[in-house]
């Protein structure tokens, strides 16, 4: 293959031109990262790039469709994503996809055909979201629902073309058997749906939330909610007393969570640097919270003893993780589930902010709005939250020392 460098300001015609070997195939540079290659009659824009000393080569388009301005921007702007780090084919893809253009598979299958289908949108979709998302598990449980349930139904369906037979065709397996997954996939079909209009692809509505789909599958389906298994209240000193027994990092974990009443992935990726021991106050960042939120939580003198004694000696790292695992990395956050099961209880992990919720209302009696606050639930009023602004740090620090001692019995 004949190779030529030309200045970065040297057109693509000239490059066409100045092939001195009399033919017309080469790939020649045209601007940083930019090139232009020939075979035959065929024209079309590369992108270079370098990573670990490896080059890595991306088409940007034919000659006759792409202005070179065009291609010289895009390369700027593919070339910052690889800069952060991103994957730059990926940002190209989504480029096309939001310009209605068809993109290849993660397969490999060409999807230059035909109109853009639900499978097209619902992976545009997902790229363009999931980054935002607090949980990974959602982004995970998002493309699982529309593997499993959504694709085989719309998939291949031109998503201009999805209406309420197609909806109810997806959501009939599951209805009446797994009504809470239903409910689920039938919001993120609605979800794409709604994505796809703000783009232009589709009009007339969304037919996910037609009531017409409940009506053809059934209206008042209804399934018992299945409330988080919690210990009684009367059972949590018996509780705390085995688990002081237990003296590996996943107890410490629970002992944690149960003593500042978080949740389990909260206490699980619990940082040093969120933790202040003279202060008695753990910050968790809004990033690793439900409501994205930041939480105070005060810290009980028993917490503070515990993180006392798993803190790196003096001089040592004042980040990293509190209860870190295999290779530096946060433990699974279901080993808490499995030592409160060995213990031989009936709870989930999650579970035990139920019981503190049980004891601070019926044993304390504390005020709702002291709980709610120690729990990081949010005000359903908005013209609530506008007006409480005060997170009850005081009286929530009283509240958290009585728990630990009642636990202690």
Same mark, same amino acid.
């Given at each position: ?27 020649? @540079?045209?601007?940083?990262?930019? %090139?232009?290659?020939?075979?035959? +009659? +065929? ?34 702007? %593919? ?10 084919? /990926?940002? @190209? ?62 998939g291949d369906v031109p ?57 053809? #599958? ?19 000193? &018996?509780?705390?007393?085995? #688990? ?43 990033? /690793? ?17 515990m993180l006392k004694r ?7 790292? &004042? ?29 989930? &992990? ?13 044993? &304390? ?45």
């Amino acid at each position: 293959m004949s190779k030529r460098k030309l200045h970065p300001r040297q057109t693509a015609a000239l490059a066409w031109q100045t092939n001195t070997e009399g033919n017309s195939d080469g790939t020649f @540079r045209i601007a940083p990262n930019l %090139y232009l290659q020939m075979r035959g +009659n +065929n024209r079309s824009w590369l992108m270079r790039w370098d990573v670990d000393r490896r080059s890595n080569w991306m088409g940007l388009g034919a000659y006759e469709d792409v202005p070179q301005d065009v291609a010289e921007q895009m390369v700027a702007k %593919y070339m910052a994503v690889v800069k952060d780090g991103g994957d730059p084919r /990926r940002a @190209r893809d989504e480029d096309r996809i939001a310009a209605g253009q068809p993109v290849r598979s993660k397969a490999g299958a060409a999807s230059t055909k035909g109109p853009m289908t639900f499978r097209d949108v619902a992976r545009a979709y997902l790229q363009e979201h999931a980054p935002r998302w607090k949980r990974e598990e959602s982004e995970l449980r998002f493309a699982r629902m529309m593997r499993q349930h959504g694709y085989p139904v719309l998939g291949d369906v031109p998503v201009a073309r999805v209406d309420v037979e197609h909806v109810v065709e997806a959501l009939r397996p599951i209805w009446h058997t797994q009504n809470p997954k239903a409910i689920q996939l039938k919001s993120a079909i609605s979800q794409v749906l709604e994505w796809a209009e703000a783009k232009g692809w589709r009009t007339g509505g969304n037919p996910a939330r037609s009531r017409a789909v409940n009506t053809l #599958l059934g209206n008042g389906v209804r399934h018992e909610v299945k409330h988080f298994a919690a210990i009684p209240v009367s059972q949590m000193p &018996a509780f705390w007393k085995q #688990l002081a027994q237990e003296t590996s990092t996943t107890a410490d974990i629970l002992r944690l969570q149960v003593l500042c009443a978080t949740r389990p992935s909260e206490a699980v990726e619990a940082r040093w640097e969120e933790i202040d021991l003279e202060a008695r106050l753990w910050t968790i960042p809004g990033e /690793r919270m439900k409501k994205g939120k930041a939480h105070r939580v005060p810290l009980s003198e028993s917490a503070v003893e515990m993180l006392k004694r798993l803190h790196p000696a003096v001089g040592g790292p &004042a980040d990293g993780l509190v209860f870190p695992g295999k290779e530096g990395k946060a433990m699974h956050r279901l080993g808490p589930v499995e030592l409160v099961k060995k213990l031989g209880f009936k709870a989930t &992990a999650h579970g035990m902010r139920s019981s503190f919720a049980d004891w601070a209302s019926e044993v &304390a009696g504390t005020s709702p709005d002291v709980i709610e606050r120690a729990l990081a639930h949010d005000e359903r009023s908005k013209t609530v939250q506008a007006y409480r602004r005060s997170d009850l740090l005081g009286p929530r620090t009283t509240l958290m020392e009585a728990w630990a001692k009642y636990l202690a019995g």
